[in-house]
């Protein structure tokens, strides 16, 4: 596989984090490249060019830039690692359809909720964690009698839905309603090649 493969992120980024766990998961040959938001490196002329939202992650893949990390977890299986990825057409709409409650009630929910906690983002806390519950009860509901979100092995259904759920308690909502989240946490965590994001809250682990 190709060393040109580069993924541009922060380490307590959860959307950086599912690019790069993928990578390691999947046995994808990258260079992990350290973005240092606090000086502001994501808002430098040479990142902007990269994606012009500045924010990680980022991938470069020799002339190709993908940025959005759905958009990455995408790009990496059809290219390096399919089996993530099944193609036919029941379980692609399944999978697009945790890609967007990962970019849709994960993001505005558990991420938005750590963002709060964790960085002091000035976002509204009630309506993050009321968001992060329905976020968590789809996923309680979807893993009721299986394993993984799609099909009987892991898919990039679970690499998107992963970080920000493994740290929901960051953001101060309880992983403790949610059986099948905590035993489908632990099952991804002892997946080979996996790596955990960086915790920033004391108790992330004694509360899972």
């Known amino acids: 596989m190709s060393s040109a493969v580069r993924i541009h992120h922060f380490p307590k980024s959860g959307h950086a984090h599912r690019a790069l766990v993928f990578a390691k998961l999947a046995g994808i040959a990258h260079e992990a490249v350290f973005v240092d938001l606090a000086a502001g490196a994501h808002k430098s002329a040479d990142f902007l060019a990269m994606n012009p939202n500045g924010q990680v992650p980022v991938l470069e893949d020799g002339d190709t830039v993908v940025s959005d990390s759905n958009a990455i977890l995408v790009y990496l299986a059809r290219k390096y690692a399919p089996g993530w990825m099944p193609d036919d057409a029941a379980s692609m709409a399944n999978i697009q359809r945790w890609l967007t409650l990962a970019a849709g009630e994960v993001a505005f929910g558990t991420c938005a909720a750590r963002l709060i906690t964790v960085f002091g983002a ?87």
Do not use: C
């Not at 992963?162 to 909502?173: D, I, K, L, R």
């Not at 309603?177 to 002892?190: C, D």
């Open 122 to 208: 000035p976002l509204d806390a009630d309506f993050a964690k009321a968001t992060a519950n329905k976020a968590l009860q789809k996923l309680e509901q979807g893993l009721e009698g299986r394993d993984w979100l799609v099909g009987d092995k892991p898919s990039i259904a679970d690499v998107a839905t992963y970080s920000y759920t493994a740290h929901a308690p960051e953001g101060n909502v309880s992983l403790a309603p949610y059986p099948n989240v905590q035993a489908w946490l632990a099952r991804f965590e002892a997946l080979p090649g996996f790596e955990p994001m960086p915790a920033t809250a004391v108790g992330l682990v004694a509360e899972r």
